[in-house]
């Protein structure tokens, strides 16, 4: 598959636990994306990676969120001490750093904390 | 602050007939636009972009910069065209291309 992955696809979690998502990204891509996606809204931007080097993150990236890209590949971000608000899809992307590529997405991790 | 409007939550046609979804956008800069499409139990994927301007599906989109929308047009809709379709914009060029601001989405159903 050369597709976007993403692990687990689904969580439940309790309050106050730490979680921590995966993503793949097709191989070739030097850029990726999170994003978050709540019942009856569109995915939001979180953070994204050029590389390893992480460029920009949201405001909606509270200290207890954190990602990585520690060799340029793979992604991990890591929710800790989850809140029930916290319960959304968690969306990665990726793309070839040119304008016009496209962006590819994952087929997103359920978080759901009880 | 950038901006993407869908103000149609739910649109339902029937079969054969047109359909319009509407987009739009506030921002700043130059833009670029897409629609993605997420069919039932598949993951989010591009349908189109307005750099193209091309025909996907039947589908086709015009920036206007002037009113400051980009609607999605088909002129007969499929049953295989239900769907959440969702507008979302981007900073054309740049460093941050790539980063998304989204709508809220439009669920389309074509009816039998």
């Known amino acids: 598959d050369t597709g976007v992955s993403q692990d687990p696809r689904h969580k439940i979690t309790k309050r106050g636990q730490n979680v921590t998502f995966r993503c793949d990204p097709i191989s070739e891509h030097n850029r990726l994306y999170w994003y978050r996606q709540t019942l009856g809204q569109g995915p939001e931007f979180l953070t994204y990676?050029?590389?390893?080097?992480?460029?920009?993150k949201s405001r909606l990236l509270s200290d207890r969120f954190s990602a990585e890209r520690p060799k340029g590949s793979f992604s991990t971000l890591e929710i800790q001490r989850t809140e029930q608000g916290d319960s959304a899809m968690y969306l990665c992307?990726?793309?070839?750093?040119?304008?016009?590529?496209?962006?590819?997405f994952g087929e997103g991790s359920w978080l759901t904390v009880v | 602050a950038q901006r993407v409007t869908q103000p149609e939550k739910l649109l339902s046609v029937f079969k054969g007939a047109p359909v319009e979804l509407k987009c739009n956008y506030s921002y700043s800069g130059s833009p670029e636009l897409f629609w993605y499409v997420q069919y039932s139990r598949q993951r989010l994927q591009l349908l189109l972009r307005?750099?193209s301007r091309e025909s996907i599906k039947g589908f086709t989109a015009d920036l206007n910069k002037g009113e400051t929308s980009f609607h999605l047009k088909k002129p007969f809709a499929q049953e295989e065209d239900s769907a959440m379709y969702y507008c979302a914009l981007t900073r054309a060029g740049g460093t941050s291309y790539g980063k998304l601001t989204f709508g809220q989405g439009t669920i389309l159903t074509v009816h039998p």
């Open positions: 307005h750099i």
């Open positions: 990676f050029q590389n390893e080097a992480q460029l920009e």
């Open positions: 992307a990726s793309s070839f750093l040119q304008t016009g590529n496209t962006i590819y």
